[in-house]
């Protein structure tokens, strides 16, 4: 019935689109119709949000914060960016996270990412570690926002799509890894 072309990643955002088309449908809005608002349709923010990029290294911003959402998000981009590198950073911020409840589920979910730095903060309650060893070698962990900033800008070369996943603001995060980006790069 056509084609939707937008800038939006991943099979949920698929789905979503298709459930609006449905609801939309359902009220009286012809498919072309919702069609045509979808390809206007920019995104929110927050999710799958290009923050900024230098020298050639790009750092997202994404909600996702519990294993179904982090895995649909890294196949997201890992469908826009083919081989480039992808470099997943987590900040085991909500309440289930906090508690220990994806535990289990949490290194799968981020093993599509070519790189995973985990926040772990004095608080968390659980030791990131055992994820972070489940992940092998490509696994690291950050006990301060200082080490994990230092680890990611000295880290991080161009073409690479660092993906920092929060339910929310992570620190300030996404603004000190491109300053220090940008200091790096003069």
């Known amino acids: 019935m056509g084609t939707v072309r937008w800038n939006l990643l991943g099979a949920h955002n698929a789905e979503n689109a298709l459930a609006a088309i449905g609801s939309a449908r359902h009220v009286g809005i012809t498919v072309s119709q919702s069609i045509a608002a979808l390809a206007e349709f920019k995104g929110v923010k927050r999710r799958m949000e290009l923050r900024g990029e230098v020298g050639g290294i790009a750092v997202y911003d994404d909600f996702a914060h519990h294993p179904t959402a982090i895995a649909s998000t890294i196949d997201g981009l890992r469908r826009?960016?083919?081989?480039?590198?992808i470099i997943a950073v987590l900040e085991p911020r909500s309440a289930t996270m906090k508690m220990g409840v994806h535990r289990e589920t949490l290194a799968p979910s981020l093993a599509a990412a070519d790189s995973v730095w985990m926040f772990a903060p004095p608080d968390l309650g659980w030791d990131a570690g055992g994820v972070v060893a489940e992940l092998g070698g490509k696994g690291r962990l950050?006990?301060?926002?200082e080490e994990l900033v230092d680890g990611l800008a000295g880290n991080s070369r161009a073409g690479d799509q660092v993906l920092i996943m929060s339910n929310g603001g992570f620190g300030g995060l996404h603004g000190?890894?491109?300053e220090a980006l940008r200091r790096q790069a003069s």
């Open 142 to 145: 950050a006990r301060s926002l």
């Open 176 to 178: 000190k890894l491109l």
């Open 80 to 85: 826009k960016v083919g081989g480039k590198r």
